[in-house]
């Protein structure tokens, strides 16, 4: 079964609380997990950011909206118990409980609701108003990343070969590799050996090096005959670990290759060439930053 979306989840979280116990939010969250069917998998699906879990996402929405409308109230940090309003709402069977039935209390009422890009924020079954209030900002900025990586990776095909070896150099010194700019650039490009196009420090000590591959194509996928080819490659300097970078695409079977020795190969294909770009902010800027708010429990914790 799919994971609820956060109203689907409103009825069900009250109806636990009927007793008029204290709980958690936690307290509710296997049960839930339960009368939904969630497998193990679903339980553990991450928010696009990997900073929660959607379940635990969703189940925390529900209680937000119960409480805006005066259902559940706080007790203490951390837990909660229905209100007086809600065992009322229960004593009259509803169906189901929705923003739009919330709408009916005067709490809710005084509460400014996200404004959702939706015709009708009533229908339960609409995609866009079944994702809580932060699934709808990771998701617009998951949308926003997909389309600069888009972008740049159109504008690294457009440049010289030589603009991408430099983009290669400034990419790995970012990602903490190559000592210092001046010794990346002496490596880079100046082997043309059997197939490697640059050797870059591991660490500033130079401990160990990694050999590397850069092949600028725009639309050829790259096979496992190249990758083979760059194995063999640092077989013959004796290297262990090898990056083939790419402003392309892999093909299966170039993916799945494992060498049958000890050597190490990482593939950046272009989509994930962006990424990293993107992560490691190398050719993007910053336009905008919000930040997303929580309540401070222990700052209305009373001694």
Known sequence: ????????????????????????????????????????????????????????NRVHWAKAYLKMAGLIENTRRGFFKITDRGLKTLEESPSKITIKYLRQFPDFQTVKEPKINTSSIEDTTDEVINKTPQEQIEQAFQTIDNALGQDLLQKIKSCSWQFFEKLVIDLLLKMGYGGSKSEAAELIGKTGDEGIDGIIKEDRLGLDVIYIQAKKWDSTTIGRPEIQKFVGALAGQGAKKGVFITTSKFSPDATTYLPKNETKVILI???????????????????????????????????
């Open 269 to 303: 294909d272009g989509q994930k060439l962006v990424q990293l770009m993107i992560e490691f902010e190398l050719g993007v800027s910053t336009k905008e930053l919000y930040k997303l708010k929580i309540t401070d429990d222990d700052y209305f914790t009373e001694d």
């Open 1 to 56: 079964m799919p994971i609820p979306d956060f109203q689907s989840l409103m009825l069900p979280f009250l109806e636990m609380a009927n007793d008029k116990k204290e709980y958690s939010s936690n307290d509710f969250l296997e049960p839930l997990a339960v009368k939904f069917n969630l497998t193990e998998n679903e339980k553990a699906e991450m928010l696009a950011s990997g900073s929660q879990r959607i379940f635990h």
